[in-house]
């Protein structure tokens, strides 16, 4: 949440995405299914008590971030999906690149920007 507050409001996605790709290059190794998923949904629940928004493209990020410290990584995307065009943002896994704690309906996106690619 830092990151998106701190500093111009033009430049918000350009620091979180450096944020992420320092945080990626600080993994060792791929995050398992199971710590991915554990992560994600320890977001989600910190995120229900956090008194702003927190929606997708905070969830991903913090959860890229919370792996990072363990040295696991996973694969931030960020899409978008047509009619009506809306935007999202989801972790993956791999083998298969699977995004995690997501409904089916996260196939329907298409990635526009994967950190790491």
């Not at 944020?19 to 299914?33: D, G």
């Not at 969830?59 to 971030?65: D, F, K, M, P």
Request: aromatic share 4%.
């Amino acid at each position: 949440m830092a990151v998106q507050h701190v500093g111009p409001s033009g430049t918000r996605m350009a620091r979180l995405l450096r944020l992420l790709t320092l945080a990626s290059s600080t993994t060792r190794r791929s995050a398992t299914p199971s710590e991915a998923r554990q992560a994600v949904h320890a977001v989600r629940k910190a995120g229900l008590l956090f008194p702003a928004r927190v929606a997708c493209l905070e969830e991903s990020a913090a959860a890229v971030l919370v792996l990072s410290v363990q040295r696991a990584g996973v694969r931030w995307c960020h899409g978008v999906a047509a009619d009506p065009v809306r935007f999202h943002a989801w972790v993956e896994t791999e083998p298969g690149r699977r995004p995690v704690a997501e409904p089916l309906s996260t196939q329907r996106y298409a990635t526009i920007r994967a950190i790491p690619n």
